[in-house]
């Protein structure tokens, strides 16, 4: 516990009454330094500090008698316990199967009713049912979004369904436009 900067002072009685006497003439003490009543190590206690520890022993003799160090109130301070939570278990989950179907790219299927289901070959044969069930959205999903949201892909190819498609937002070159009668997109 002992610290290379703090000095070492062991006051007697007689030391304490000479140091009660300095502190009333000087308003000061003979050293800087106030020795810890428990462990004689000497702390700093300058001009304004020393004044406040003063009035708050109610002297300068109580201060050199009962005076103790922060690491000694430390110390004598019982150890807290601490509790340590225990760690739940997780419970363990059974292995679920996951029946992944497989997505027919080719041959989306919107189903209607429970009884009616329409695929995309049906929408190739019906043009009236094409225009109908593509009137919001596009069935050729992946072909539109492969060729940068055309209908239409760099070897000149063109979605299956396109002249009868409902969908707003149809774009193919002026030249395929051409192919299909000249009809609005």
Known sequence: MKDN???LIKLSVSDI????SCYKTTNKLPSQFVPCSK??????MTHSNLHGRVLKFGGVE???????????????????TIKIKKE???????????DE???DYCNPIYKQSPKVTVTYKDLIRNPEMCAKMTDGQCWNVQFHLNNGHQ????????CSIYEHCGVQSKNVSKSTQKKFNGNKL
């Open 5 to 7: 900067k703090r000095e």
């Open 17 to 20: 009454s000479n140091w009660v």
């Open 39 to 44: 462990c004689n190590l000497g702390i700093v």
């Open 62 to 80: 109580k201060l050199l008698k009962s005076f103790v160090c922060k690491e000694c109130k430390t110390l004598s301070k019982p150890i807290e």
């Open 88 to 98: 739940k278990k997780l419970k363990q989950l059974k292995s679920i199967v996951v």
């Open 101 to 103: 179907p497989v997505i």
């Open 151 to 158: 209908c239409e892909d760099k070897r000149g190819n063109v």
